[in-house]
T-cell receptor, first 111, second 120 residues
Framework: TQLLEQSPQFLSIQEGENLTVYCNSS?????LQWYRQEPGEGPVLLVT?????EVKKLKRLTFQFGDARKDSSLHITAAQPGDTGLYLC???????????FGGGTRVLVKP | EAQVTQNPRYLITVTGKKLTVTCSQN?????MSWYRQDPGLGLRQIYY???????DKGDVPEGYKVSRKEKRNFPLILESPSPNQTSLYFC???????????????????FGPGTRLTVL
């Protein structure tokens, strides 16, 4: 099983600040997904990145897939309290049919 | 409304008492899976199913069983629960099996609301 490591595990910032969450592996993934999970709910997909070097933007969120498809980052600009949650990355193994999740990064944005 | 439902949402039981957590999706999805979520460990896949009557082990299948007799349902069975199975469980479904060409469309996992299980 391929492993995905997320860092940091916990991030606490003030409203308006920027933050970056990292997702790293020594293995290559066919694609990588980012999910956000709020307390008492299941994760909800934010984005899927497929191509090495790909950058996708979703309003204030920017997602990047590493050139070698081994790592990814999520950058939030001007964070808001509504961005608070658990962010999870998940990689699809090259052989397919399996999604491996990282340990998650808990983000707290204080007003 | 397109959704994945799980029941029960909360369950406290005792060691050895068989239990079933149901999962149902109304999106005609092929792929379904079960995960458990534990602090610091993220989501770990227990079992998955690529279609009716097709199931396979995930990363942590010990102590669990599943069945896929109908496309919409994917129950998780704990024949003899133990305290180390205390966890938050999620069922998920997606349109097609992972590895399909149109990954944005077929790959998105839709998660249920979770079942918090405590085994005493």
């Amino acid at each position: 099983t391929q492993l995905l490591e997320q860092s940091p595990q916990f991030l606490s910032i003030q409203e308006g600040e920027n933050l970056t969450v990292y997702c790293n592996s020594s293995s290559v993934f066919s694609s990588l997904q980012w999910y956000r999970q709020e307390p008492g709910e299941g994760p909800v997909l934010l984005v899927t990145v497929v191509t090495g070097g790909e950058v996708k933007k979703l309003k204030r969120l920017t997602f990047q897939f590493g050139d070698a498809r081994k790592d990814s980052s999520l950058h939030i600009t001007a964070a808001q309290p509504g961005d608070t949650g658990l962010y999870l990355c998940a990689g699809e193994e090259a052989a397919g049919n399996k999604l491996t999740f990282g340990g998650g990064t808990r983000v707290l944005v204080k007003p | 409304e397109a959704q994945v439902t799980q029941n029960p949402r909360y369950l406290i039981t005792v060691t050895g008492k068989k239990l079933t957590v149901t999962c149902s999706q109304n999106m005609n999805h092929e792929y379904m899976s079960w995960y458990r979520q534990d602090p610091g460990l993220g989501l770990r896949q227990i079992y998955y199913s690529m279609n009716v009557e097709v199931t396979d082990k995930g990363d942590v299948p010990e102590g669990y069983k599943v069945s896929r007799k109908e496309k919409r349902n994917f129950p998780l069975i704990l024949e003899s629960p133990s305290p180390n199975q205390t966890s938050l469980y999620f069922c998920a479904s997606s349109l097609g099996s992972l590895g399909s060409l149109d990954r944005d469309k077929y790959n998105e996992q839709f998660f249920g609301p979770g079942t918090r299980l405590t085994v005493l």
